[in-house]
Each structure stands twice: as structure tokens, then as C-alpha cells.
């Protein structure tokens, strides 16, 4: 099989650990795996970098800081690929220039754009052991760029799209994906498998095992995508193409707190105002959710949805600078969360929206209002009732076998 | 003018530093020259590197030593374009692929080949100061290479000779070269200049300024040198080609106490003994210097001769394993010093080695032995009376004016 591997900042945080790294790399290699690894840069590397960087010169230019940031995937591969040859492995590392990873020009948050694979099959024909410096490519002039973070899980996918290889790793600090955050909901169970949509939802919902990014390009280009612990041997958690269900299980159930209500009242109630509002949270890279409306007697109407807390200031700017959209007032408030149940089932079973509900009613909990999706089914509530609320739902599905672990 | 300016690893030691360091830059701009600067690693980033490096495999690879040590030139030159750019001057960092430095492969010490100028003199005709990572290049496959220690000197004087620089300033952390350490010497003084000949012999003699092999570039390419500081505002020291003295100045004196001798008796007295020894130490690339030869009467003879200390092993081992050289016996001792005057006008001037042996002779400092070159004389003395030997040398040239500053 040719693998390949891709291990974070916190598996390759210091020289003990690379070791660690190395010697399952060597274990891959030895059940006659061809292997390709992808690192991050260790630890907290990239944020004092970035504290240097502004120290310097807070409105740094972000070519400039490309170069700087790549620096700390460069010392991960030639430490991860010095360990290896320290345990009888010819190994080699490549950056960006020479793995061949063309990418935009949009310094910091490039996308990839291609990748010539023949310096890297060369080195594996060669029977290399091929270390990769993730997060980072080279745009046509051969300058550095970075892919914004998590960009070291598109650099490993794309590479595994690129090489066709059977499977791609991501060895990180938890040992799988969660049917539910473990923190909140003891009950959680780890997923064997799960579909790219579903990951992909979830991975909207804040769950932060994967970059949704990362997760898109799996999908497209049909790569196998494991999530595995770089701390123990746990068989991980499967994401891939999973054949429509024919029951109602789901993957997860998600708590997201990082919600602010926006409501305006007093828009004049004529075709185009959520065209308007729509356009413009899109032009501001916003997503919304939970839209609701109200019409008032005086031929005005009131409406609400809600964004990211962490977009709020954005969206409120937005809104004040448009002209376009009359209104009277424009108020925001927190204290809201979403409790989400994601489902690729849910498409053909209505019965998963209505245990959610069922779930919530015999405890007591009210539901403000409803959102679905194809495979998600989402009610805000409370805040104060979130953690309780993940709990009971959580806890319906997996006493109703609705959770395959 | 164009100008390349070099700053060590001290003067980028901080994020202060680094701004006080783009602060000259930019003068150098302001007042209307192009500049091309190239930075070391900061500090001891280098040292820090290599300890990981051996903490996670004592016999890393070369090649990749190589990747991990031009990260921390790389990160300088991010760092010290973005400070650039925050006083107002476009500013672009190359590292040693972007500034096409081509090199020998030879890993962790490879030489530089050619320079192929086109991005860089873009970059300057686009208005841009050009910072370049020091002391790396790139092989013909395009993988880093490193010019061993003192390397960014080299990248420095090889830059400036491709683009035909009208000056090359190395800024370092001492304000130019002095005619004697001034920690051994109080009087020294600093000269305003000195050709490359004399500073090439000083280099050869421990004075640490400049490494010998950037000296020697200079040379070769007729690139005019200047040594300053980076924490004031000197005129510092100019290293250029300087027309035969007619009188007989000398450029300085220097005591190197890293001497041991090595004394071999008992030698078959026939052609071909020295050209054998000079040849092993060649081949082990040790420079040996104060040959003596005494004729026994049992038709062998004894030899002697002088090493570095840090060569004796080498030598010992060098002279112990081969079987052509018979010999009775081999010792070695150290307690020795190498009191040295340096002058160009030496090869007319007889003058030199008299007024040094006159002064020794004045405190009654007995001399073992004496060896000169074109443009150097020097005295094998007891180590004890090196410091005090070196001020009452220094002391008559000084007072007899033969030192210009």
C-alpha cells in the first residue's frame, strides 16, 4: 500500500516525541508499506513565530510571513526524517519547492493548485521514506505560501490525491471522532466509521478533529481519510464514502455556544430584504442560521437569525454599512446555543428531528426555533440548558441504538 | 552605490535588535543607494538547532542538518524585511533558492558555484531592498545546502562580487580590526585600513573577525570590505587591495596560544622525510609550521615542528598510522606561544622581524624559534611570556609610528 501519514504540532512538539513519531512510521514501513508523512510544526512554534512577527512589525506583509511560518514545518520534517534514519530508514525531507506543491498566490491562505508528483515518486522508487513540510506550497514565482491553519491536513490529503494513495492518516491528539464532545457528554462514543458529509457537518458544528477544508478535498477526490491517535494504537475513526442508511443512525450529536442572535425591526416588508441580507453576509464570508421573520401591523416586518459570536462584530458592520437596508433598529444578544444532530439518515427518516424533540420534552427543555439541513437537524436553546440537553438527546440515540460505534 | 550589508547573528539577536538593524538599512536607502542585505540566524539559534538535531539522531544526515539550519537564516531575513517594511521601505526576503545560490553538494559545507543575479536585480530595479538568508544555498537537485560556519560572510562577498557591488560592510559585534586584541593589548588601535593579504594572515592567526575564506573571496574578486559595528556609528575597518607601503607600518600583532609541538626522533636521515610529512599532514588538511631538523650522529635525525592544538590528534594519528615514516620515538608538548607581526611592506623591509626581536630582546624574552612568509614573522616563545611579549612588541611599533589607524 503506499500511506500516507500526517502528524500535528502536538505529536511532533519535542525531540522524544518525533522519536515516537519515527518509530511508527518505521512500523509502516516495515509491514512493507510505501510511505509518505506530512508534519506540522512542533508545538506552539507557529504562534511565537507570529508573536515575533508583530512584535517586529505589527502590520507585517504576509508574503513575509509565509516565510517565516514555513520555517517551522521545514524543522519538523528534517528532525522527523534525521529520527527515522536513526532507526535504519533511508528517509528524506522535501518542502513545498520541492514536493511540488504549486499553489495561489494568496499569501497565508493559499489553495493548492497542483501538485507534480515526480520528485516524490522518484524518492519512493528509490525506496525513501518521504517526509513532507506541511502547511506550506510555492506560488508561480516560487515563493513561499501557507494554507491557513489546519493547512497541514490539505497538504496531506491533496498529496494522497495526488499519489493515489490507498489511505490517508491523520494522527492527532485524540484517538477518533466522538459521537458526541466527551467533555460534555460522558456517554460519548467513538465512531468506527463515518460519511465525508456528516464529517463535514460536524466539523462545521466546531468539532474540531479535522478541517472542514481538509474533509471537502477527501470527499472530492474520493480519499480515505483515517483519524487515529499519534499516542496509543486505538484503530481510529474511518471517513469515507458510506453508503446511504437504510435506519436513522447518527454520528453525533454537537453543542455549539459560540451563537449571537441578530434582530432588526422595523425593515420595510417588501420582496428583496433577505436577498439583501443574504448578499451581504456572503459578501462578509458570514454564515447564518435560525432566520426567522415577524410582519407588523404598521407594513414593517422584524427579523432575526443568528451568526458566530466570533462574526458578530463583522456582521453588525456589515449591516450599519449598507444603506441599502432600511430599518429601525438593530439589536444582538447571546446566551443561546445550538444543540445539532447529524445524521446522513435524516434525508429519508424524519424520526430523527422528532426523538430529538422527544428527547428534549421529557426533561423539560424548550426549543426556541428549528433549523434542518439534509443531514443535520439543529433547535436553539437556552445556553444555560445546552450541556443537559447534548446529554439527554445523546443519551436517547444511544439507548435507541442509533449510534453504530 | 549598490551596497550589500552583512549583520551576524548578534547584531538579529531580538526583535529589538532586528529593528535597530532595519533602522540602518533604511538609512542606507534613505541616502539613495540600493541595498542587498544578508542576515545569519539569530543568536544561537543555530547552536539550539544542532543540539536537537543530535538529541534525536547522533548521526543525523547531512543533508538534512542542512534543511534544519537554513530555517534560522531564513527566519532572519523574514523578520528583517517585515522591520524593513514598518519604517516605510519596500522590503523582500530570498532565501538561498530565490536568490539562486548555486553550490556544491557537499552538505554542511558546500562552496558556492555561481550566482545567478536576475531575481535580485529585479527586485532592486522594482525598488525593493533585498534581504537574503546567509550562509545556504541550493544544490543542482534544488535541495538546501550550507556553507559551513562563517557562511554568511561568504554569501555576503560572494553577492557582492555578482552584482558588482561598489562595497561589501560586514556588521558585526567589534567596531573594525584592531592592530592587537585589545584584551591582551590595551594600547591596540583600530586601523582604518588593511589589505586583504595582511587580513587574510591575521584570520590565518585566530583574529576572529572575518572568516579567511570570505577574505579570500574578496579578494579573488577584488570586493572592497568593510568591518563595523552594528551597535554605534564607526567608520569601522576597510579590507581592500593597498599599494606597497614604502615604509615598513605593520598591520598588526597576534598571539595564538593554540600551539603544540610535535617532536619525532630517531629518523632514517635520507631524501623525501619532510616531503613524507608535509604530505600527511596535508592530506589531513593540517597546517604545520616551525620545522627544526637536528642530524644525529648515528645517521638519523630529529625532528620537530609545530601544529594547531586542536590538530594534534589528528597529526599524532596521521603520523602514527603510517608505515612508511619510521621513527623511534614520537612526543608532543604544549606551553608554547606564536607571537606573529604582519606587515605587506615586510618583503622590503628587513626592518620588521629586527624592531620585534630588538623589543623582546630589551625585556629579555628568550626566543625558541622563528619562522616568516612574504607578509608575516613570527617567534615561538614560552606561553607564559606571550601576553607581556605581545604589548612590548605592539608598544615599539606603536611608539616608533610604523602602526597607522
Redesign the interface.
Known sequence: MLIVQKYGGTSVAN?ER??NVAKRVAAARQAGHKVVVVVSARGDLTDE?MG??V???P???K???D??L??GE??S???L???I??LGHPA??L?G??ARISTTSAHTNARITSIDTERIMAELDNNQIVVVAGFQGVNR????TTLGRGGSNTTAVALAAALKADICENYTDVDGVYSADPRIVPGAVKLSEISYLEMLELSALGVNVLAKRSVGLAKKYGVKLVVKSSFDDGPGTVIKEVRKMEGMFISGVAVDKNISRISISGIKDEPGVWFKVFSLMNQANIPIDFIQQAKMDDGTKDISFTVAKTDLEGAVAALEDNHRLGFDAMTHHGGIAKLSVVSTGMATNPGVPSLMFEALFEVGINIDSISTSEIRASVLIDEKEADRAANVVHEKFLSGKYIRD
Open positions: 525531540e518525533i522519536k513565530l515575533m512577527a512584535r517586529v512589525n502590520n507585517y506583509s508574503r513575509e510571513m516565510v517565516l514555513a520555517t521545514l524543522q520534517s528534517a528532525l526524517a534525521m529520527a534514519q536513526g528524506v525531507s518542502d519547492w520541492l514565482r516560487g515563493d513561499f
